[in-house]
Nanobody, 123 residues
Framework: QVQLVESGGGAVQAGGSLRLSCAASSRTFRRYGMGWFRQAPGKAREFVAAITWNGVTIPYADSVKGRFTISRDNAKNTVYLQMNSLKPEDTAVYYC????????????????WGQGTLVTVSS
């Protein structure tokens, strides 16, 4: 069982930056691929970024490519999402996900999910 807790969300103006963190409870954290998803009001949840257990990044969503960076620290059981040059359309609840299978992770069919953290970007 893996528990995921996101933090770092908040309100920021367009062009600003935030770093989201997701802390995992499992001692086997290093076995899991980790991902970030987001859900804007009235929209479906969408993939943002993912990283394999050994630090290889999966191609980012086109909407965030070049602005967002995913990373992980296996010693701290934590995955990060650095978000730069934020836009109002980045406003959403951001969710952390974990799965041993990266294919399921990217499809949004992960076994484990966090509760989400809200990011609000004003123009």
């Amino acid at each position: 069982q893996v528990q995921l807790v996101e933090s770092g969300g908040g309100a920021v103006q367009a062009g600003g930056s935030l770093r989201l963190s997701c802390a995992a409870s499992s001692r086997t954290f290093r076995r899991y691929g980790m991902g970030w998803f987001r859900q804007a009001p009235g929209k479906a949840r969408e993939f943002v970024a993912a990283i394999t257990w050994n630090g290889v990044t999966i191609p980012y969503a086109d909407s965030v490519k070049g602005r967002f960076t995913i990373s992980r620290d296996n010693a701290k059981n934590t995955v990060y999402l650095q978000m730069n040059s934020l836009k109002p359309e980045d406003t959403a609840v951001y969710y952390c996900a974990a799965d041993e299978r990266v294919d399921l992770l990217k499809m949004g069919e992960s076994k484990y999910w966090g509760q989400g953290t809200l990011v609000t970007v004003s123009s």
